[in-house]
C-alpha cells in the first residue's frame, strides 16, 4: 500500500475579519430587536433574528477555522479538516430553519397588519446596511476558496439584501401608509434564504457524506491512468473531498506486470502527476495488484 501528498497552499482563513463581523453582528442584532420591538415591525424582529443568526454562524465558522489548524494526533488521524465542513453544514440548515419560522410570522402578521413606527425601520435598516456590507467585504475573499468561510459570507449577504428590503418597506409605510408591505417583504426575505441556504446545504451534505465531487467524471479518471503503460486496470475507486482543499483517491490498481518495487514507484509517481495536473487530485492512495482475485468493477460494494 502506498500514499502520498502533493503539496499545495492553503489559503489563510482572516480569523481578524471574522472576529469584526461578530462584533458588528451582536450591536447589529441589538439594536434592531429593540427597534422592532418599539417600532412594532416584524421586518426588523425577522431581520434581526437572522443578524443573531449571523452571529451564531460567525462563531461556529471562528471555531471551526482555528479548530481545521489544529494538528493530526494518534486519535485523530485528520486532526479537526472536516470541522469547516460541519460548520457550513450547521449554518445552512440554520439559515433553512430561520426562513421556515419568518414564513410562519409573516402569515399571521399579514392576516392582520398593524401601524408601524417607519423611522426607526428607515434608521436600523440604513444602519444594518452599512454594517453588513462592511463585513461582506472583509469575507469576501476567502469565501471563494473556503466552504466555511462561504458559509458565513452568505449569511452576512442575505442579510444585507433582507435590510435593504425592510429600508425599502420603511419608506413605503412612511410615505404611503402601506403596512402590510411589512409582512410581505418578511415573506420574501425567507424564501430567499430557502434558496440560498438548500444550497450551501446540498454541498456540505455531499462533502460530510463523501459523495464524488460533481466535477470530478471517476468513469474519465479511469480511462486517464488505464493508459499509462503497465497499468491494466484501475478499480475500486473513491474519491472525496477531506476538505475545501484536500482532494483524495484510493483505489486498487492491477498491473499488468509483476514489476518491483522501485518500478511501481515510479508508476505511483507518474499517477500522481497525470492525477494532480488533470483533476486537481492531490492525495493519491494506491494498493497495486497482480494476478489478484478479486472483483475489478470501477465501484465494488463492499
Known amino acids: ?21 461578530i462584533f458588528l453582528n451582536v450591536l447589529i442584532t441589538a439594536a434592531q430587536i429593540i427597534g422592532g420591538l418599539a417600532s412594532g415591525s416584524l421586518a426588523l424582529l425577522s431581520d434581526a433574528l437572522h443578524n443573531f443568526s449571523d452571529v451564531i454562524s460567525l462563531i461556529v465558522s471562528f471555531v471551526a477555522s482555528k479548530l481545521s489548524k489544529q494538528k493530526a494526533s494518534i486519535n485523530r488521524t485528520f486532526g479537526y479538516k472536516r470541522a469547516e465542513i460541519l460548520a457550513a453544514f450547521v ?12 414564513i410562519i410570522e409573516a402569515v399571521k402578521r399579514f392576516q392582520e397588519p398593524q401601524e408601524i413606527a417607519s423611522n426607526l425601520v428607515i434608521w436600523l435598516a440604513l444602519i444594518a446596511i452599512f454594517a453588513n456590507g462592511f463585513s461582506v467585504l472583509l469575507l469576501k475573499k476567502d469565501s471563494k476558496s473556503n466552504i466555511n468561510i462561504r458559509s458565513a459570507y452568505l449569511h452576512l449577504l442575505t442579510d444585507m439584501l433582507a435590510s435593504v428590503a425592510v429600508l425599502i418597506g420603511g419608506l413605503l409605510m412612511k410615505f404611503y401608509q402601506i403596512f402590510w408591505v411589512d ?3 418578511t415573506f420574501l426575505i425567507a424564501l430567499y434564504l430557502i434558496y440560498v441556504g438548500y444550497d450551501l446545504l446540498k454541498t456540505s451534505t455531499k462533502m460530510l457524506m463523501l459523495f464524488t465531487p460533481d466535477h470530478i467524471n471517476i468513469k474519465e479518471v479511469v480511462r486517464v491512468v488505464n493508459q499509462l503503460p ?7 475507486v473513491h474519491i472525496w473531498n477531506l476538505s475545501d482543499d ?11 506486470e509483476n514489476i518491483s518495487t522501485r518500478d511501481f514507484n515510479e508508476l505511483l509517481l507518474e499517477i500522481e502527476s497525470v492525477l494532480h495536473d488533470q483533476f486537481n487530485i492531490n492525495h493519491v492512495t ?7 482475485e478479486d472483483p475489478k468493477e470501477v465501484i465494488v460494494q463492499d
Not at 247 to 256: G, I
Open 1 to 21: 500500500m502506498s500514499h502520498t501528498h502533493h503539496t499545495h497552499s492553503y489559503k489563510d482563513v482572516k480569523d481578524r475579519n471574522l472576529l469584526i463581523s
Open 91 to 102: 449554518n445552512a440548515a440554520t439559515l433553512v430553519v430561520v426562513a421556515v419560522l419568518l
Open 183 to 185: 409582512s410581505l417583504l
Open 230 to 236: 503497465k497499468v491494466k486496470k484501475l478499480h475500486h
Open 246 to 256: 484536500e482532494l483524495h483517491l484510493e483505489a486498487h490498481l492491477d498491473l499488468e
Open 286 to 292: 494506491i494498493q497495486p495488484e497482480y494476478k489478484k
